[in-house]
Each structure stands twice: as structure tokens, then as C-alpha cells.
């Protein structure tokens, strides 16, 4: 490979040439956004276009760069490749198709950012920019309960998680006519030590609700729907004696029976403070008659 000082006053004089000369015969044309997946392959797609004065080019000097760093992740020069590890080519015939676009191996969230491209040939030079967006999918979500048994009778609320994703997602909450409840739900977003998302959105629901599920959905950064749960809310029987009776047939003849016996002591209690008033006039009479 040549020398740093070589390469300085190739690339000073190959760029002395084009400005004198004022033409471009060659232009670098990279796509301005490339999305990548975790732990995938991803491509940063650049390419060569020839003006209608060259019907072929000679290509010395290749160098892709993450913008703000020195050394570069590949740097072809006069025949010799040098790449970073995890780094290459896309294109194995990059000479004869001008694809020069560049590939990663196996993506991480280090590799996010902008890159800088820059291309010498006997006609000309020219560079671009592109920048690679990492993408993680969240895992699918889940739903849970608190406490695990719902009733009717008392307040309850719906956890939805969903992890390992990038970048920050939006948990959703639906009941069952496709209404959206998110409004009412309180999510929270905790990054990890790696980058990824971990999503937690608590609804909670009153007593006396009236849906019998509720769909948790995992929205990505894009607002596409990754996934979604539905969580049915369980229904538990009426308590029954061992005869088999519901326990609302017992109790409401219970409740009748205790309101009537509670009417007639209130009624005997009446009654007898009547009397006792009663019998306590007529002892004065008797008296004041003596």
C-alpha cells in the first residue's frame, strides 16, 4: 500500500487538476439515508456515474470514513485494499460496475452516524456523504395484571412491556371496538448500557368496566405496528353453595328476610315506647285525682 505522504499528494493533485480544469467527469452519488438492522447486514449505497465525455474510468484512490474519524473503514489504493474488520465491499466487481457502495458484516448501534466518501480516478475526483440509521425490532409485547384476578367490583390495571428495541417505540392501548385508550395509560422508556429500549405502559381500569379485553400494540419510531397482545380479562362464576345455587340466590333472599326483621323491631320498638309513654299519663292522672 502506498505511503500517507504518497496518498496526500495524489489526492492534492488529482483535486489541483480538477479545479483547474473545472469539469467533472465523474460524480459519487450515494443514497442520503440507509437503514440497517441489528446484529444484520447493512449497505451504504454509493455509486460512480461517468460523464458523456468518458466511456470508462481508471479508480486509484477509494476512501470511506466515518465523519470525525482519521483512520478510514476501507481505503483502496492503487490496487491494495485495506479495510477495518466487519468492513468491505458490496460489490466484488465494483471496478467494472462502479458500485462502490460499502458493507457492513454485522451492524451495531456503534455504526450509526455519517459517512464520507471520497473517489480519485484519471478523470477526475469527486466525493458524497450518507448516513446509516440502526434500526432494532422490539421484542413482542406482553401483558400482565395487578392484581391477577380482576373483579368486577374493584379497581385493576393492565402492564404492557416490550424490550430490545431502537429507537424509542410507543406502547398503544385498544379496548375491544378498536377504541384507543393510550391517553389514559402511562408509559415509560428506560435505554439500557447497550443503546436498546426497554417500554413499560401501565393502564389502569376502574371498577365496573365494561370491555372484556384490551390490546397492548407495539408501535416502532416510524409509527408502524410491530405487534400487538390482547388480554381477555378472566370472568369468575358467582360463588355457589354445595347444592350448586348461585351465590346471588342466596344472599338476595338473605338481604329481603334481614330488611323485614330489622322493619319489625324498629315497629316493636315503637310500639312499646307508645305504651310506656301511655301508661306513665295515666300514673300522673291517678295522682294528681288523689
Not at 64 to 81: F, I, S
Not at 128 to 157: C, F, G, N, Q, R
Not at 236 to 244: A, I, R, S, V
Request: charged share 25%; aromatic share 8%.
Amino acid at each position: 500500500m502506498a505511503s500517507i505522504g504518497t496518498f496526500i499528494f495524489l489526492y492534492s493533485s488529482i483535486c489541483f487538476a480538477a479545479g483547474s480544469s473545472g469539469q467533472h467527469f465523474v460524480n459519487a452519488k450515494c443514497k442520503d439515508e440507509n437503514v440497517g438492522l441489528l446484529g444484520q447486514q447493512s449497505m451504504l449505497e454509493c455509486r460512480l456515474e461517468l460523464s458523456a465525455e468518458v466511456s470508462e474510468v481508471n479508480i486509484r484512490v477509494i476512501d470511506w470514513k466515518r465523519k470525525g474519524e482519521k483512520p478510514p473503514v476501507l481505503l483502496y489504493n492503487k490496487g491494495e485494499t485495506n479495510v477495518k474488520l466487519g468492513y468491505d465491499f458490496a460489490d466484488a466487481s465494483w471496478k467494472k460496475t462502479l458500485n462502490v457502495s460499502l458493507l457492513i458484516a454485522n451492524t451495531t448501534m456503534e455504526d450509526e452516524g455519517e459517512f464520507s466518501l471520497f473517489v480519485s480516478t484519471d478523470s477526475g475526483d469527486c466525493k458524497d456523504s450518507t448516513s446509516l440509521k440502526v434500526k432494532a425490532k422490539y421484542s413482542p409485547p406482553k401483558v400482565h395484571s395487578i392484581p391477577e384476578e380482576i373483579h368486577e367490583d374493584k379497581d385493576s390495571m393492565l402492564i404492557c412491556e416490550s424490550g430490545g428495541g431502537y429507537p424509542e417505540g410507543r406502547l398503544r392501548w385498544f379496548d375491544a371496538n378498536g377504541q384507543e385508550w393510550t391517553a389514559s395509560a402511562t408509559m415509560e422508556a428506560k435505554q439500557t448500557e447497550n443503546g436498546l429500549f426497554q417500554l413499560s405502559s401501565k393502564l389502569s381500569l376502574l371498577r365496573g368496566s365494561t370491555f372484556d379485553k384490551y390490546t397492548c400494540a407495539m408501535f416502532n419510531a416510524s409509527g408502524s405496528k410491530e405487534a400487538e397482545f390482547t388480554f381477555e380479562l378472566p370472568r369468575f362464576e358467582p360463588l355457589k353453595d354445595q347444592n350448586g345455587n348461585s351465590a346471588t340466590k342466596i344472599v338476595a333472599p338473605v338481604v329481603v328476610i334481614g330488611s323485614l326483621i330489622v322493619g319489625l323491631l324498629v315497629a316493636l320498638l315503637l310500639l312499646y315506647r307508645r305504651r310506656a309513654r301511655y301508661s306513665h299519663q295515666e300514673v300522673s292522672r291517678e295522682e294528681c285525682d288523689v
